[in-house]
C-alpha cells in the first residue's frame, strides 16, 4: 500500500522569507502524480501544485515550486516570499496513474509571522 | 469560479442515528469522491462514484455507508447508524474526469458530530 508522510507537523516562517515543507512517499508504482493541497482556516482544500512522476522537471507555480526525487521518493514544496495568506494546513497527497484515490500525508501546520 | 458546495456545514447526531451528508459536485464534473478527516489525523478516501455507481472503496466504507446521485446535482453519503468513530470532518471532491491529469476540487467539508 502506498504511504505518505510528512515529518514536520508544523513550520513557522517569517513573512516574505522562504519555507519549505517535506514529504515522503512510499509506492512500488512508476505511474503516479503527487499533489499538494492547503487547507487555510476555512477548511477547503486547495489544490497548490501537482508533479507527474515521468516528468524530470520539477513543477513551478508563481511563489511554489516543488523538488522532486525520485529516487529518493521525496517531494517538498517550496515557498518563496511567504504571504499571511499562505498560513495554513499544507497536505501532501499521492495518486497512482490508473486509480482517483488520493492518499494524504498527516499535515504540515504553517505560520506565517507578520 | 465554480466550486463544490456541501451543506450541512455542522452537524450533530446521536449514536445510531441516520445521516444524510449533501454534496453539490462542479457542474460538468462526472466523478464524485468522499473523504473524511478525522480530528487531528489524516484525510482519508472513502469512495469514488462514476456513472451512477462506486468505482472504488476503502475498507472503511463499509456497509454502514452508502453514496447515491438522486438528482442531476447532488451527491450524497448516507451513514445508515452513526456511531462515535464517525465524529469527523467529511469532504465531498469533484473531477470532470478520471485521466491523471484530472484534479479534484474539494468542497468545504460537513463536520460530524455524533454523542
Known amino acids: 500500500a502506498q504511504t505518505v508522510t510528512q515529518s514536520q507537523p508544523e513550520m513557522s516562517v517569517q513573512e516574505a522569507e522562504t519555507v519549505t515543507l517535506s514529504c515522503t512517499y512510499d509506492t512500488s508504482e512508476s505511474d503516479y502524480y503527487l499533489f499538494w493541497y492547503k487547507q487555510p482556516p476555512s477548511r477547503q482544500m486547495i489544490l497548490v501544485i501537482r508533479?507527474?512522476?515521468?516528468?524530470?522537471q520539477n513543477a513551478t507555480e508563481n511563489r511554489f515550486s516543488v523538488n522532486f526525487q525520485k529516487a529518493a521518493k521525496s517531494f517538498s514544496l517550496k515557498i518563496s516570499d511567504s504571504q499571511l495568506g499562505d498560513a495554513a494546513m499544507y497536505f501532501c497527497a499521492y495518486r497512482r496513474g490508473y486509480g482517483n484515490k488520493l492518499v494524504f500525508g498527516a499535515g504540515t501546520i504553517l505560520r506565517v509571522k507578520s | 469560479e465554480p466550486e463544490v458546495t456541501q451543506t450541512p456545514s455542522h452537524q450533530v447526531t446521536q449514536m445510531g442515528q441516520e445521516v444524510i451528508l449533501r454534496c453539490v459536485p462542479i457542474s460538468n464534473h462526472l466523478y464524485f469522491y468522499w473523504y473524511r478527516q478525522i480530528l487531528g489525523q489524516k484525510v482519508e478516501f472513502l469512495v469514488s462514484f462514476y456513472n451512477n455507481e462506486i468505482s472504488e472503496k476503502s475498507e472503511i466504507f463499509d456497509d454502514q455507508f452508502s453514496v447515491e446521485r438522486p438528482d442531476g446535482s447532488n451527491f450524497t453519503l448516507k451513514i445508515r447508524s452513526t456511531k462515535l468513530e464517525d465524529s469527523a470532518m467529511y469532504f465531498c471532491a469533484s473531477s470532470e474526469g478520471s485521466g491523471p491529469q484530472e484534479t479534484q476540487y474539494f468542497g468545504p467539508g460537513t463536520r460530524l458530530l455524533v454523542l
Open positions: 508533479q507527474e512522476a515521468y516528468k524530470q
